[in-house]
């Protein structure tokens, strides 16, 4: 199961496409949360399996996968505010981390419940149960240790979430898309990768090419790629409007600006010009695109937050990334893995708050890597080399032995 974000889901949809190709007659249920039960019914349907979900009643279909909602809580909290923060910002502690964290609490009892009785019959308990991180997990695990029912956990980031983290301490097996605390690793810790759609493969210079042309771009002309996720981030948008104006002078650019924040960078469509459907300028604004591997494919440069599985797409694609971590997340996960790759030579990291107070700083570092295609090389290759191609598959075969 996952939810919570799209970077939950997507891996955990790889890891149902590997199961069915090993066990092709498994039956899968795919708990996720309300507010994306309708992409993971799209994603699982096009996995070419017949599947259901809730609204089915039929009982003649036997669905191999069945997609259901469950109730879950977040809990709130932001990273590196200090005492004084929370009356600086005090409607977002108001609303965010009061009222939404209560609605939380009551939401991760409900879950709880709904976990219980959808668990209590042995009949339709699982062999084994998959949980992909996040707060949506959280109910179903514990409901899973009441009733000792076997479960593997995926944490993506370099330090886990605080949900993975009360989860760890009962799971089979924990696997981890990026090595943490190895030294305190216990015998069922596996470094297994992070699952990522077979769309996304390593992209040569020919296939860059042919990417850059479809998408309406001049193919000889270095192109830079800018990514805040399927929603979009503000500080990222902000930043690259100010931007945008010298960064054309050296390089095509796309920007993704997210659905949370498409309709406020409008006023960049003016850089954007047609001409009898051919693009004629060097810059394409998106809301967002479903053929992001196509999009990150094109790119010479990616400009991107540092959430795992999209670290992880782009180290299958081979590609020289300045990532931008989302400071303000519980933990710092971010920002901690894009020092942990920064640290080896995979990545470049550019602080949110320092590119915010002054955008040059992310400019300067794009020109930089524009100009020097070795130092893209090399960033490429050394991020390319913590990708697992294998990770889906190998988290399938894990379900299957505990399962067992």
């Known amino acids: 199961m996952g939810g919570g974000s799209g970077g939950h889901i997507t891996p955990a949809v790889a890891v149902v496409r590997e199961l069915l190709k090993l066990k092709p007659r498994t039956k899968v249920e795919f708990w996720t949360d309300r507010k994306y039960y309708k992409n993971v019914v799209k994603i699982t349907t096009e996995i070419g399996v017949r599947w259901g979900n809730e609204e089915d009643k039929s009982k003649k279909k036997n669905p191999y996968i069945r997609v259901r909602r469950v109730a879950s809580g977040k809990f709130r909290r932001y990273a590196g505010w200090k005492f004084k923060d929370y009356f600086v910002h005090f409607r977002l502690t108001l609303v965010d981390l009061i009222f939404k964290n209560i609605l939380g609490f009551f939401g991760f009892l409900f879950g709880i419940i709904q976990s219980f009785f959808r668990l209590l019959s042995r009949d339709s ?5 998959f949980l992909k991180g996040g707060f949506v997990g959280l109910p179903v695990g514990i409901v899973a240790k009441i009733f000792r029912i076997p479960y593997v956990v995926h944490e993506s980031d370099v330090v886990p979430g605080l949900a993975n983290r009360l989860l760890m301490r009962k799971a089979k097996v924990v696997a981890m898309g990026m090595p943490f605390d190895k030294e305190k690793g216990k015998s069922n810790w596996e470094w297994v990768g992070i699952p990522v759609s077979s769309d996304f493969r390593m992209v040569n210079e020919k296939r860059e090419k042919s990417l850059k042309k479809t998408l309406g771009f ?19 948008n902000n930043a690259m409007r100010e931007i945008l104006p010298d960064l054309l002078k050296v390089a095509s650019v796309g920007l993704v600006a997210g659905r949370k924040h498409y309709e406020d960078m409008m006023d960049l469509k003016k850089y954007e010009i047609w001409d009898k459907a051919k693009l004629t300028s060097n810059f394409r604004l998106w809301e967002f695109s479903s053929a992001m591997n196509e999009l990150l494919g094109a790119a010479d440069v990616i400009v991107s937050r540092a959430g795992a599985t999209t670290i992880s797409e782009m180290a299958v694609l081979k590609k020289a990334v300045i990532l931008v971590p989302f400071e ?16 080896k030579g995979a990545v470049v990291s550019v602080s949110d708050a320092k590119m915010n107070e002054k955008p040059s ?3 300067g570092e794009i020109k930089r890597l524009v100009r020097s295609p070795k130092v893209r090389e090399k960033l490429a290759k050394n991020l390319h080399k913590e990708a697992k191609s294998d990770a889906a598959r190998r988290l399938a075969e894990i379900l299957i032995e505990v399962g067992a």
């Open 125 to 129: 308990r699982p062999d084994v149960i």
């Open 218 to 236: 001049d193919e000889s002309r270095p192109l830079v790629m800018v990514t805040g996720g399927s929603q979009g981030s503000e500080n990222i």
């Open 328 to 343: 303000r997340l519980p933990g710092g996960h971010q920002t901690k893995n894009a020092e942990h790759l920064a640290e």
């Open 361 to 363: 700083i992310l400019l």
